[in-house]
């Protein structure tokens, strides 16, 4: 029976939730607002399938990706967080009668797994959302897709991808899997406290909330709320929540020690930000934001090969992907050391926006370095040009 004593040993995937044959695990939320597994003793089989599927405590052999390019949905990059390529995989996918499944925020702001099966549809997943999103039934819900001959094309954080097949034990014909680069997710419980305290702060209720607002350009963007009588853009290190997730501060505990990132996911393509564009893919280094995409398996490269006539392209070594970016970067996340003071104080902070702004790190002069290293690489290819 699964029982965590180790919260770095647990990535919150439900996969075990799913699998359980008495049904007798369910996800509980902890002081710092990350949801767990915990199973009923007296309901349980002793079976010990939980801890047989658990893809951390069975981690799957690293595979190296087939290929590597930087990448960019000309019409779609503005309405995605990186290069737009997600939206176009999930358009053929729709378009072939399969679905999608995908992390979307409800009307309360908070992030959830779903299915799309229209085009529509798949406007509720554009943008990265840096929250963990809850998954409910949607492995079971695939699993129900993939029996009835449907295809299913599945998006998520690695250890998503890791649970659900670690959940679907093989059984993954008409299955394509996209993970995202990630160097870690805040928990559920402190998104929807600083909400709460976002909403007393503006007087008003949370509509809708865009995590890369980039009307500042891909690398400075921002954060957008939508208020329902207002909108407030702040820029991403301005805003405690944002700053925080940058700085590693909030991510899960499992986060620290991550066994699914960087080929360890099972995933077919993998996709992120390419950071490092400036060096790696010049031309393309315009701030009109350009993804970094590992192609992991032939699968992958099957679905890739469907779209890739409609982006600008240019094939890179995988390792040009991981410079500059802890989402690809095959290395662990460290902790700040102040992470565990941070989270005892939350429940007690009177004004939580104020609280968290006072455990923000600013580093002004890694902004200006960073700044002059973009303005030296753009005079020296207008030099060459
Ligand atoms: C928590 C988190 C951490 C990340 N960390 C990094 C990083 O360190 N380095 C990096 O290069 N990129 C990181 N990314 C990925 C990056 O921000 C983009 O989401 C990715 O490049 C895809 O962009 P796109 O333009 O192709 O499509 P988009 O339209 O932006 O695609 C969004 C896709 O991301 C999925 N998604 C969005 N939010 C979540 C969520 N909360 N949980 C699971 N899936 C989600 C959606 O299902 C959809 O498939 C992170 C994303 C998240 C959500
Ligand atoms: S041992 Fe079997 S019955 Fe018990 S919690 Fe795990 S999966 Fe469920
Ligand atoms: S990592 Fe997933 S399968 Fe393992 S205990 Fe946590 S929720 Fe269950
Ligand atoms: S860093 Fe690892 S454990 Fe954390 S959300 Fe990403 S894949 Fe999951």
Redesign the pocket.
């Known amino acids: 029976m ?1 029982r ?1 004593s180790d919260k770095t ?9 799913s ?1 359980c044959p008495a049904r007798c ?1 369910v ?1 509980r939320r902890d002081r710092e607002g990350f ?3 915990v199973a009923n003793p007296d309901l349980c089989l002793d079976c010990g399938l ?2 047989r ?5 069975n981690p799957v052999q690293n595979v190296e990706p087939v290929a590597a390019y930087a990448a960019r949905c000309e019409s779609r990059a503005m309405t995605a967080s990186s290069g737009g390529i997600f939206p176009l995989l999930a358009r053929e996918v729709i378009e072939n009668d399969g679905v999608v499944c995908g992390a979307a925020m409800d009307s309360l702001c908070m992030v959830e797994h779903r299915e799309a099966e229209t085009i529509d549809e798949l406007t509720a997943f554009s943008g990265a959302k840096y929250v963990q999103s809850e998954l409910y039934s949607i492995y079971e819900d695939v699993k129900c897709r993939l029996e009835e001959g449907t295809k299913v094309l599945f998006s998520g954080t690695p ?1 998503q991808i890791a ?1 659900l097949k ?2 679907l034990k093989g059984e993954l014909a008409g299955l394509y899997t996209v993970d995202i680069a990630c160097h870690g997710v805040p928990g559920p419980g402190l998104w929807e406290k600083y909400k709460a305290a976002l909403q007393k702060q503006y007087s008003s209720d949370l509509k809708s909330v865009d995590f890369r607002d980039r009307s500042n350009g891909w690398r400075h963007y921002n954060i957008r709320y939508e208020f329902a009588d207002k909108t407030v853009k702040v820029a991403r290190l301005k805003d405690p929540y944002l700053a925080l997730f940058l700085q590693d501060m909030t991510l899960r505990p ?1 986060c620290y020690d991550c066994r699914m990132r960087m080929g360890r996911s099972g995933s077919d393509i993998t996709l992120g930000d390419l950071w490092s564009v400036a060096q790696t893919a010049p031309q393309m280094n315009d701030d009109k934001g350009v993804s970094g995409v590992l192609i992991n398996t032939e699968k992958g490269r099957e679905l890739w090969e469907k779209i890739a006539g409609e982006l600008t392209l240019q094939q890179l070594a995988p390792a040009d992907i991981a410079k500059d970016n802890g989402g690809f970067a095959d290395k662990v996340t460290r902790m700040p050391d102040k992470r565990e003071e941070f989270f005892k104080g939350v429940h007690a902070a009177k004004d939580l926006h104020k609280y968290m702004k006072s455990y923000v790190v600013r580093k002004p002069l890694l902004g200006v370095y960073r700044k002059l290293r973009s303005q030296l690489s753009s005079l020296k290819r207008r030099i060459l040009k």
């Open positions: 699964i965590i040993l647990c990535c919150g995937c439900t996969a075990c939730v699998a695990i996800m949801d767990y597994p939980c801890e599927i658990c893809p951390v405590l250890c649970g670690a959940f499992s």
